[in-house]
């Protein structure tokens, strides 16, 4: 069974059923499944091989939800291209992965041109170059199947830097329907059910698509929205399930409005792609009630290798953990050996199973590096708890080592950030002649507060000693990140050195 089947099979059972919303448009299933089958016979008339590679640089839309779903069924590879990122990084993705087709936003077709491939405009209309256009041209058509193994790819997706060559993440057939079938049975999926599509599709918010509609749920699409937008959708819009990065969750809670809400209808409020301190859960759940919920994974092994639901999240213990691995898949912590440790240990994550991707694009000597005796290593680190939580201490690259003492983010952040002016904070380590490294931070203040940096620092020492307190705080307006929201600690980094060598410059 391919992941598009579990759609085809739903669009016969409910073909009068509304599959995706987008502000005051409506879509059926069957018409939905028609726009797909027609688009993907199209892509199939443009190149007929299988395996071959569409890029799709679009925002949230029903446009882009079509395409998707086309590429899918039409046996071919799906390439994610951000619209927010630089012409230099899209093109790149292109020309990589030797995309045939590119399917683009209207406005975002200038970041595409140039880079190979039939370009397809994204827009329903019937004009020639458009995806409109080439679905009317094969109207009432099915696309050819055919017949792939299951460690065939479905996706490649981009992790790592911007510069230089990308690291193209394989995902199969099997991944996906890994992810699909532990995405259901997690967050009790079913009938009817509304989730919300805020975060762009092209990253984690996609995994969550097939589970939908194959249960015969409905997609509700926001396009770039506002936090207030979307903290309106789940007061009004009967939302069942959304997933959203912590920044946006915050930005939510402070809205006035947010506590003023009711959200009857939210079960799962489902955030990732980074953690959550302790007490911003504690403050989500009591905005927003008991619904916060949690994943762990890497686009290696998408999105749902470990999960914690909202009933498990709400025991104070469990709040800085990512939960249990999940039922498909196999999480360890093992040792540099490659030696699985005991509960409590702490060491690197380690996941294998079904979920994992089969490599790295045209990287054999990155994915040897990676996948080691069928585990995938993930570079994080971490322990299980005597109940099989699964605890993040970050990743390997950012633990400090000052003094010879081990100091982690994750032990410093969730204190840093209970001091009442601190809003969001990062931890991080700067080379130091006199310790190997030195422990630093930086933070965004709540609106309308002032904090003395000094002042927060003696609030952390005096609750974790000076071994891990930052020798230094710095202000930040906003704390920086990329653009899908994951913060830059090497930005942190370089500003510190270049602020420190300023002032040695200074008279």
């Given amino acids: 069974m391919y992941p598009i089947d579990l759609f085809h099979r739903q669009a016969a059972r409910t073909p009068d059923r509304i599959a995706v919303e987008f502000g005051d448009a409506r879509m059926t299933y069957a018409d939905l499944a028609a726009r797909v089958g027609a688009l993907a016979t199209g892509l199939q008339a443009i190149d007929p091989e299988p395996q071959s590679r569409v890029g799709i640089c679009c925002f949230n839309h029903v446009e882009h939800v079509v395409a998707w779903l086309a590429v899918l069924a039409a046996g071919k590879v799906w390439v994610p291209l951000y619209p927010k990122n630089k012409a230099a990084e899209i093109g790149l993705g292109i020309a990589f992965t030797e995309a045939s087709i590119v399917i683009a936003d209207a406005p975002a077709r200038s970041l595409v041109e140039g880079a190979g491939g039939t370009i397809l405009v994204a827009d329903r209309n019937g004009r020639a170059g458009t995806t409109g256009g080439l679905a009317g041209d094969h109207a009432g058509s ?97 939302i069942a399930t959304t997933f959203l990065p912590p920044t946006v969750i915050y930005m939510m809670m402070a809205l006035p409005a947010a506590r003023r809400g009711a959200y009857p209808h939210l079960r799962n409020l489902v955030y990732g792609s980074a953690a959550m301190r302790p007490d911003a859960i504690a403050e989500a759940q009591s ?172 609030f952390v020492k005096d609750r974790l000693g000076s071994v891990k307190t930052p020798k230094s705080i710095v202000v930040y307006k906003s704390l920086p990140r990329n653009n899908y929201g994951k913060l830059q600690k090497q930005v942190l980094v370089e500003d510190h050195i270049a602020r420190a060598a300023q002032k040695r410059q200074e008279p």
């Avoid at 199947?145 to 199969?172: C, E, N, R, S």
């Avoid at 589970?211 to 009004?236: K, S």
Wanted: hydrophobic share 40%; with cysteine; net charge negative.
């Fill in 142 to 238: 099915a696309p050819r199947f055919h017949p792939l193994p299951l460690h065939a790819t479905q996706a490649i997706k981009f992790t790592g830097g911007t510069t230089g060559k990308p690291k193209g993440v394989m995902q199969p057939y099997r991944a996906w329907n890994t992810n699909i079938a532990t995405q259901v049975a997690a967050w009790g999926l079913q009938a009817g059910d509304r989730l919300l599509a805020a975060a762009p599709i092209t990253h984690g918010t996609s995994t969550y698509i097939l589970p939908t509609l194959g249960t015969g749920g409905t997609l509700v699409l926001l396009d770039q929205p506002r936090p207030d937008e979307i903290l309106h959708c789940l007061a009004e819009g009967e």
């Fill in 287 to 458: 905005v927003f009630g008991p619904c916060i919920a949690s994943t762990y994974g890497q686009t290696e092994a998408p999105q749902i290798a470990t999960m914690i639901s909202a009933a498990e999240l709400a025991r104070p213990d469990k709040r800085a953990t990512v939960g249990r691995e999940t039922m498909l898949t196999r999480v360890a912590i093992l040792d540099p050996e490659g030696t699985i440790l005991p509960t409590g240990a702490y060491g690197e994550i380690a996941i294998r199973g079904d979920l994992v991707m089969t490599g790295y694009w045209k990287q054999p000597d990155k994915t040897a590096e990676t996948i080691r005796d069928g585990w995938l290593h993930t570079g994080d680190l971490g322990s299980f708890d005597a109940d099989g939580f699964l605890s993040i201490k970050g990743r390997a690259k950012d633990l400090i080592i000052t003094g010879g003492f081990n100091v982690y983010p994750a032990d410093v952040e969730p204190v840093l950030g209970q001091h009442a002016a601190v809003s969001d904070c990062a931890i991080f380590g700067v080379p130091d002649d006199k310790w190997g490294e030195a422990v630093h931070g930086a933070i965004e203040l709540r609106d309308g507060m002032t904090a003395d940096p000094e002042e927060i620092i003696r």
